[in-house]
Structure formats: structure tokens, C-alpha cells
């Protein structure tokens, strides 16, 4: 069985996401940053680090989102993550360019807008704002053509890709940041909002 610990944000949910996707057994573990709790010593042997995601499974953890949601996905044999080598790169592409690129800049308007204020860090940061919307809007646009042309972001079938995604800009709705110039990605925003795995994860975390 696995154990998922856990805060509410994206860095979370995506991989509660991929494992409601994949309907494993799994329990949650609530960890309140802003008490410290990812800083006791029992979690610290989880992940030296000192974050969260963290899964737990048969005496052993792992932890960064996009490791956690590969491994299960592989572990399960589940065509979310494809075993042909090139169809599992094109994933792979995919949740690299959020992580890197386009999740950077909406989750730092989420920082700074959201949970800025929820912890107390001081006044939102203007400069980082601006150019946050800046380059999200231009990658934005990228993602809105490639769903001109595909179902998903893959292709034609949901990957793990897709929900990694999808946790990265749901983050617009509590930041000023609107999908209004991006109808293909509201519309794909909007069927993978319905699926019955993101309302379960959503559940598990109290949104």
C-alpha cells in the first residue's frame, strides 16, 4: 500500500491526481507547512529535503512530484505513462516543460498571490508578477496549439502528462491569470475538471 504525504498545492496534487487516475490503494497524509511539520525529524527521513510530495511504500520513499507520478504509473503498468520508448519521451517532454518552463511562472503568481499572504511573507512582489504573466502567457499559447491539433498533450490519449499539467494551471483561478485568449486549453481544462479523479483527490485534500 501506499502512503502519500502532503500539502495543498500543486506540487501535491499531482501526483494524488495520477493515483486517483490509476485507482491504487493509497492513504493521505495532511502535513501543515505552515506549522513546520515537513521539518520533524521522522519526515526528515523520508526526504532529507524537507518537502513534500513524499511517498512512502514497502520501507522506502520517494519524493519530487514528477518522480512519484512516473514510478507509480510504470509500477503499475498503466498506459498513463506508455511503455513504448518515444510515446513515454513525448510524456516526459511534456512534464519537463511545465516543470521548468510554464509551471515555474504560474506557480510563482500562485506564491506570490496566494500564499504570500496565507504564511505571512511579506507584500506581493510586483516585478516578479509582471514577468511571471509575461512569459505564462507566452507559453500558454504554445500549449492552446497543441490542443488545436491533439486531444491531449501527448496525442490522443490521457498520460500522466496531462494531469501534471493540469494541477500546474488550475492555479490560475486564485491568480488574476484568465484562459479567456486560450479556448483550447479552457476546454481541456474543463474536461479533465469533471473526471471523477480530480474530484477524489480534491476530497482527500479538503478543496
Same mark, same amino acid.
Given at each position: 500500500m501506499y502512503h502519500l504525504f502532503g500539502f495543498s498545492t500543486q506540487n501535491t496534487?499531482?501526483?494524488l491526481y495520477v493515483m486517483e487516475e490509476?485507482?491504487?490503494?493509497?492513504? *493521505?497524509?495532511?502535513?501543515d507547512l505552515f506549522k513546520g511539520e515537513q521539518k520533524d525529524e521522522n519526515f526528515l527521513?523520508?526526504?532529507?529535503?524537507?518537502?513534500?510530495?513524499v511517498l512512502q511504500f514497502d520501507g522506502e520513499?520517494?519524493?519530487?512530484?514528477?518522480?512519484?507520478?512516473?514510478?507509480?504509473?510504470?509500477?503499475?503498468?498503466?498506459? #498513463?505513462?506508455?511503455?513504448?520508448?518515444?510515446?513515454?519521451?513525448?510524456?516526459?517532454?511534456w512534464m519537463d516543460f *511545465?516543470?521548468?518552463? #510554464?509551471?515555474?511562472?504560474?506557480?510563482?503568481? *500562485?506564491?506570490?498571490?496566494? #500564499?504570500?499572504?496565507?504564511?505571512?511573507?511579506?507584500p506581493v512582489n510586483v516585478e516578479k508578477c509582471a514577468e511571471a504573466v509575461k512569459f505564462?502567457?507566452?507559453?500558454?499559447?504554445?500549449?492552446?496549439?497543441? #490542443?488545436?491539433?491533439?486531444?491531449?498533450l501527448s496525442g490522443d490519449q490521457l498520460t500522466i502528462a496531462d494531469l501534471f499539467a493540469f494541477a500546474y494551471i488550475e492555479q490560475v483561478k486564485t491568480c488574476d491569470f484568465s484562459l479567456?485568449? *486560450?479556448?483550447?486549453?479552457?476546454?481541456?481544462m474543463e474536461k479533465l475538471d469533471?473526471?471523477?479523479?480530480?474530484?477524489?483527490?480534491?476530497?482527500?485534500?479538503?478543496?
Open positions: 496534487l499531482k501526483p490509476l485507482g491504487v490503494d493509497f492513504d *493521505f497524509k495532511y502535513m527521513k523520508l526526504n532529507p529535503v524537507g518537502k513534500v510530495p520513499s520517494l519524493f519530487e512530484s514528477g518522480a512519484i507520478c512516473r514510478y507509480v504509473a510504470n509500477e503499475e503498468k498503466s498506459s #498513463l505513462y506508455p511503455e513504448d520508448p518515444f510515446k513515454r519521451a513525448k510524456v516526459d517532454q *511545465f516543470s521548468i518552463h #510554464l509551471g515555474r511562472w504560474l506557480s510563482t503568481l *500562485f506564491f506570490e498571490k496566494v #500564499l504570500k499572504e496565507k504564511a505571512d511573507l511579506g505564462a502567457e507566452q507559453q500558454m499559447g504554445i500549449i492552446d496549439k497543441i #490542443l488545436t491539433e491533439n486531444t491531449y479567456t485568449p *486560450f479556448p483550447h486549453v479552457n476546454a481541456w469533471q473526471r471523477d479523479s480530480i474530484k477524489r483527490a480534491r476530497q482527500r485534500i479538503g478543496l
